[in-house]
């Protein structure tokens, strides 16, 4: 299943760095994506835009991974003429993450 159907994403940029938050639709579910949706995962799913590190952050209180990824938007929006200067799409293109099905009892 992909990302989006567990979660929804905002993005903000600063320069060249981009910030993409995925946040759970389900608060059951936040475990769960804690466990497969790791920096190196997202490092690996947007390889060809990033282009430096990516770190996760953990926000259990409201069921939340923050991933800040540096060297993301191309130079950054006033250096860059890149389609996507400031990198709304790649929360988008985060969530097409495949990650496996949640077992949980309903």
Known sequence: MQLRELAHSRTGDKGDTLNVSVICRDLRDYLHLREHVTAERVHAHLRDVVHGDVTRFE?????????????????????SLALDAHGKSLGSALLSLDVPVPLRAD
Do not use: D
């Open 59 to 79: 926000m259990p209180e409201i069921c939340a991974l923050n991933f800040v990824l540096r060297h993301a938007l191309g130079g950054g929006v006033t250096r």
